[in-house]
């Protein structure tokens, strides 16, 4: 399938810091997704992008679609504790989903 | 509404022994898939139910089998349970659009 390469691997920050991180794809996706797990739990869902160039926000959270249609970018404004978790990018392969392998974030207050 | 319910939440086996996983949705959906998630490896796709009555392989089946009870229900099956079968699984349906998954809260083995 699709190899998704997210970085960074891992990110440590003080809250109220903005975080970015990107994710990309070896082949041309027509969906991006990006999705939040926090610990314990399954993954959820927290933007979705169907259109190359499209800027989604979802409260402190803005995602883009690039234009390429190969990459993707996920920004946190002003982060707080509750952001720890693990984000994950995803694409489509098929039926299913492809994901990528996740950047774990930590927020020190 | 309860969304996705996977049972067991936790599972200690022993190398060899015998297990399912089972996986309920509550939300009509078409669409079911279990995963796995390794440190550092992301999700990866085991099987997928596209339909009820149908199953496929995903990225990595061996050593699993499946079965689409009914609508509702899949089920995950490790026959003979290796160490290298110690992940967390992931049960998740889909309504049929990319953005329409939901997971649920995962089943944490431990094969020794």
């Known amino acids: 399938g699709q190899q998704l390469n997210q970085s960074p691997q891992s990110m440590f920050i003080q809250e109220g810091e903005d975080v970015s991180m990107n994710c990309t794809s070896s082949?041309?996706?027509?969906?991006w997704l990006w999705y939040k797990q926090d610990p314990g739990e399954g993954p959820v869902l927290l933007i979705a992008?169907?259109?190359?160039?499209e800027l989604t926000s979802n409260g402190r959270l803005t995602a883009q679609f690039g234009i390429t249609r190969k990459d993707s970018f996920l920004n946190i404004s002003a982060s707080i504790p509750s952001d720890v978790g693990i984000y994950f990018c995803?694409?489509?392969?098929?039926?299913?989903?492809?994901f990528g392998k996740g950047t774990s974030l930590l927020v020190t207050p | 509404n309860a969304g996705v319910t996977q049972t067991p939440k936790f599972q200690v086996l022993k190398t060899g022994q015998s297990m399912t996983l089972q996986c309920a949705q509550d939300?009509?959906?078409?669409?079911m898939y279990w995963y796995r998630q390794d440190p550092g490896m992301g999700l990866r796709l085991i099987y997928y139910?596209?339909?009820?009555?149908?199953?496929d392989k995903g990225e990595v089946p061996n050593g699993y089998n499946v079965s689409r009870l009914n609508k509702r229900e899949f089920s995950l099956r490790l026959e003979s349970a290796a160490p290298s079968q110690t992940s967390v699984y992931f049960c998740?349906?889909?309504?049929?659009?990319?953005?329409?998954?939901?997971f649920g809260s995962g089943t944490r083995l431990t094969v020794v």
């Open positions: 998740a349906s889909s309504d049929g659009r990319m953005g329409g998954y939901t």
């Open positions: 939300m009509n959906h078409n669409s």
């Open positions: 139910s596209a339909s009820e009555g149908t199953t």
């Open positions: 995803a694409g489509p392969a098929g039926y299913a989903l492809n």
């Open positions: 992008l169907y259109k190359a160039g």
């Open positions: 082949s041309i996706f027509n969906t």
